[in-house]
């Protein structure tokens, strides 16, 4: 009886090794795919013979995209429109998270309620619309226009995970401030934001990784090299100059490298409060 | 700064903290989308500035009577459907193996939820180098398993596109669910398992008893918020197919995106846009009505 439960087990437990060993090779596969496309030599990419492991290893791919086309530019119009999603995001959203933390007020639920809805919005139905609405005001091609568009699906997401890391700060400290003659604001302020800092950051990240990888908003609302970020450069060179798969692959190594270094080093906290947020709401 | 001080004592102030963020949401989403409900009912294009008058419900009956609207309806139903079966049963299994918290797992748990980071871009033009006609690695695998006797042009076949795209967006997607559903399975009270257990229950009976009741709001939530993001979201199919070939994966937010993007016709993609979300809303709340009901039903 012990004997065959303790086989069973064991079973169990292979099998469940197997079954991740297989999920992740079906994650990671491509991407180590795409590196090693990166390395190879235009001419061993496109032999008749597959080579799994590349016979010899070149970097050129990395120089040419580099170098050759407008890549750097596009990522550091990237990187200028994510900084601005960021600081949008963190300046309004952290105070509407602290609001619906730690008071009650009338139409608190409906407000949360309509934060949520409003990332129902089809993407499509707010791109035209802002197209008009921002070519009005000379905001089409700009990188602060773009990161606006950024905030009308961003910062809904970013208040309610923030929402949860406040919520599981504790009050009490909060209250012993008080009580000690600090004003609401100087408690937010020294104790709270502190005490939620790791959920600060990785609700930040998160939009911030949104927002690097952003194609469609991209693609409508910025129409020359002064804004265009990277997805859409990219996409654009594979359109225009029939782009070969070796500078391909360099390029999207390059552009997903801050992202998975970013999600290594926040992934825990990240998860949680993707999570907190989805099984409560 | 003082002043502030005073300020946050007032019964205003939650009120003040919410000020800046509501004015952002009502500035770039209210206005915009209630902008854009209006412009179905206009002549906009933008290849033809004199146009602007309204024509009533003129682009609503265009679309009753245009082929491709029907095709890409059909195309979004059967799109959305396939991949979040395959997401949600690829998500529970990797929650189960997950939660089994055996040791290493957690390295597992990080490459496991890599691909949902992933922009589409890449996602996009890193499977069509895997499933390319001449030189991937997928065709490649398959003919020496012999599963094929030559390379297939998976996204260029009318039979195989729409399944191709499937796949991918599978792989970029199911990583949602596994989070979502561990975070579901992890609050499932060990006791239960154990009670089962002793009373004689087996695995099956255990999961169909205890795991899934248990997971229902959890897998509910996470079924809404994918196929919101689904329906609502071009950029897939835009990169690896453009809706083609022919009309074959062409999926309703991607027409719509299409006439406004290539064709300029403003109007009649805010027509389409505005179906579509009247279509997810009624999704929306039939199915949340549903999963209500059988859940009703279940604490008998």
Not at chain 1, 46 to 66: E, G, K, L, N, S
Not at chain 1, 150 to 156: A, D, E, G, I, K
Not at chain 1, 214 to 236: D, I, K, N, Y
Request: some cysteine.
């Amino acid at each position: 009886m012990i004997e065959s439960k303790r086989r069973r087990r064991v079973i169990a437990n292979i099998a469940t090794y197997l079954v991740l060993a297989t999920l992740s090779m079906f994650c990671i596969g491509p991407m180590i795919w795409m590196f090693l496309t990166s390395l190879k030599y235009e001419a061993d990419i496109v032999t008749q013979t597959m080579q799994y492991i590349p016979r010899r290893v070149t970097f050129d791919h990395y120089v040419a995209i580099w170098t050759q086309s407008g890549f750097p530019r596009l990522i550091a119009n990237s990187l200028v429109v994510t900084f601005l999603t960021v600081t949008i995001c963190v300046a309004t959203g952290t105070l509407a998270a602290y609001a619906f933390s730690r008071f009650a007020f009338r139409g608190r639920t409906q407000l949360m309620l309509g934060y949520l809805v409003v990332r129902m919005f089809p993407a499509v139905m707010m791109i035209i619309p802002l197209y008009v609405v921002m070519r009005g005001v000379g905001l089409v091609d700009s990188r602060f226009g773009l990161a606006l568009a950024y905030t009308s699906f961003l910062l809904p997401l970013f208040v309610w995970m923030l929402k949860g890391f406040f919520d599981s700060a504790p009050k009490e400290l909060e209250s012993a401030a008080r009580i000690d003659g600090s004003t609401r604001l100087g408690a937010m302020v020294r104790i709270v934001m502190p005490l939620a800092r790791n959920g600060l950051v990785a609700s930040s990240v998160f939009i911030a990784i949104a927002a690097w990888n952003e194609f469609l908003f991209a693609l409508m609302l910025t129409t020359g090299q002064g804004s265009r970020t990277w997805p859409v450069g990219l996409q654009l060179m594979v359109g225009e100059f029939q782009l070969p798969w070796g500078v391909l692959a360099a390029g999207g190594i390059l552009s997903i490298l801050p992202v998975i270094v970013l999600f290594a080093i926040v992934q825990r906290t990240m998860v949680q409060g993707l999570t907190a947020g989805a099984i409560k709401g | 700064m003082r002043a502030l001080g005073e300020l946050s004592e007032t019964r205003y102030w939650m009120y003040l903290l919410l000020l800046p963020s509501l004015v952002m949401i009502l500035l770039v989403i209210a206005y915009p989308t209630l902008y854009g409900m209006a412009i179905s009912f206009r002549e906009m294009r933008l290849t033809r500035p004199g146009l602007g008058g309204w024509v009533g419900f003129k682009h609503y009956a265009a679309m009753w009577s245009d082929p491709v609207f029907w095709i890409a309806l059909k195309n979004t139903v059967v799109w959305v459907t396939a991949a979040v079966v395959l997401e949600l049963a690829l998500g529970l299994l990797a929650a189960t193996a997950l939660n089994r918290d055996l040791p290493g797992t957690k390295i597992f748990a990080v490459l496991i939820l890599l691909p949902y980071f992933l922009p589409n871009v890449v996602a996009g033009h890193m499977w069509a180098l895997l499933l390319d006609p001449r030189l991937g690695v997928i065709n490649d695998l398959l003919v020496r398993a012999g599963v094929l006797h030559t390379y297939k042009a998976w996204f260029a076949d009318p039979n195989t596109a729409l399944a191709a795209t499937v796949l991918v967006e599978a792989w970029h997607g199911f990583p949602f669910f596994a989070l979502l559903l561990l975070a579901g399975l992890k609050s499932i009270p060990e006791d239960l398992y154990k009670a089962a257990a002793v009373d004689g229950a087996g695995v099956p009976a255990q999961l169909r008893l205890i795991t899934l009741p248990m997971l229902k709001t959890v897998i509910a939530a996470a079924v809404i918020l994918r196929v919101i993001g689904l329906v609502n979201s071009p950029d897939l199919l835009l990169i690896l197919t453009g809706g083609g070939p022919g009309d074959a994966t062409q999926v309703l937010s991607l027409y719509a995106f299409q006439t406004a993007y290539k064709e300029f016709n403003f109007g009649y993609a805010s027509a389409l846009s505005v179906v579509m979300f009247v279509i997810l809303m009624i999704f929306a709340t039939a199915y949340i009505r549903l999963s209500r009901i059988t859940k009703g039903d279940g604490d008998d």
